[in-house]
């Protein structure tokens, strides 16, 4: 008798539950707006893009891989370009070895002349000494295609000299990858995809020379450690799963970053759950209804009905249920 006391309990519950009873948060408001960015002004968006350092107020020494061009009227060996190795070592003719790193130019040139002073009872000043270009050695490792040491601009993005290195291992589009930068004293990581995405604005990197990049896989659990801001699509688009979040960036971004919506969307049935202080909250919106559509926070995940379904067809579904739950009191009634 009691499998019969729960089935009749179920009937009754299921008989008395509409489809908002469950809803943790009331339907969007400017007023909700508000609350829940007050809730969120501590979230932490991104700690691997905020972590590039701010090199502007670095001296313009020269570095590794910059070139330089020196002459003698007498003596050829003395004319040729040479360029600083990435350990910032300018190798010069006669043995003669400088170290150029975290001097000024004049600083350099002075260490040359005086290396050669020696050769020249008188003179030395008549050798020629200047920089021709500022170039940089980066060294890129991990999953790239060509590893290796390349000469870079000044100008050059991360993400062109990736590209110089033949591009990541992987699907950029799909998967996430991180750089590991080491420059100097620096040491910090960024998301490549950032590099990669046009739309969005990226910190420069300050190329300083001798640096180096490693490439790797951004992982779900390592991305969940790092609480990289991403957005989750479920339901009711083409091609469900994560989007980096965009600063700004509304909700028909995210749709169209996961293929586009899917025909027969329900569009009263749409939901953003949201990690707060006070647990997880679930707003409710109307995507005909523009003015009820939230702003989308980082690591939220927004649910929308791919299924269009009348108040009729909830109705009817749920008589369906009840049928079923009825039909199988019956038989348990009779087995007894």
């Known amino acids: 008798m009691k499998y019969l006391f729960f089935l009749l309990s179920a009937v009754v519950f299921l008989s008395g539950c509409s489809s908002n009873s469950i809803s943790d948060y009331p339907r969007y408001t400017q007023h909700v707006a508000k609350v829940m960015e007050n809730q969120e002004a501590n979230n932490p968006a991104s700690a691997l893009n905020s ?24 003596d050829s060996k003395l004319s040729g370009k040479f360029r600083a190795d990435f350990n910032g070592i300018l190798q010069l003719p006669y043995n003669v070895n400088v ?17 050669y002073r020696k ?15 500022k170039d940089y050695w980066v060294e890129v490792r991990g999953l790239v295609k060509k590893p290796g040491r390349y000469l870079v601009r000044p ?13 990541v291992q992987g699907d950029i589009s799909v998967d996430y990858f991180t750089a590991s930068l080491k420059q100097s004293t620096y040491e910090y990581q960024v998301l490549l995809n950032r590099y990669f995405e046009s739309s969005e604005s990226v910190d420069k990197i300050r190329w300083l020379g001798g640096d180096s990049v490693f490439v790797a896989k951004l992982d779900s659990l390592a991305g969940a450690s790092r609480e990289i801001p991403f957005v989750t699509m479920l339901g009711g688009v083409q091609k469900p799963g994560k989007v980096l979040h965009q600063k700004d960036a509304s909700l028909y971004y995210y749709i169209e970053k996961s293929g586009g919506l899917v025909q027969g969307l329900g569009y009263n049935e749409c939901y953003v759950f949201r990690n707060t202080k006070d647990g997880v909250k679930r707003i ?32 009817l579904n749920r008589f369906g249920q009840i049928a079923g739950i009825i039909s199988t009191a019956a038989l348990l009634i009779i087995a007894l």
């Open 51 to 74: 972590d590039v350092p701010d090199m502007s107020k670095i001296p313009q020494y020269m570095a590794p891989g910059h070139l330089f061009t020196m002459s003698h009227s007498s």
């Open 99 to 115: 170290d150029v790193t975290n001097k000024t130019f004049a600083e350099v040139k002075e260490t040359v002349l005086n290396a």
């Open 119 to 133: 050769f020249f009872q008188k003179g030395v000043e008549s050798v020629n000494f200047a920089l021709t270009s």
């Open 155 to 167: 100008s050059d993005t991360l993400d062109l000299v990736v590209d110089a290195a033949g591009g």
């Open 284 to 315: 409710n919106f109307s995507f005909d209804k523009p003015e009820t559509i939230p702003v989308i926070f980082p690591n939220d995940t927004i649910y929308m009905n791919s299924k269009i379904e009348t108040e009729g067809d909830t109705w």
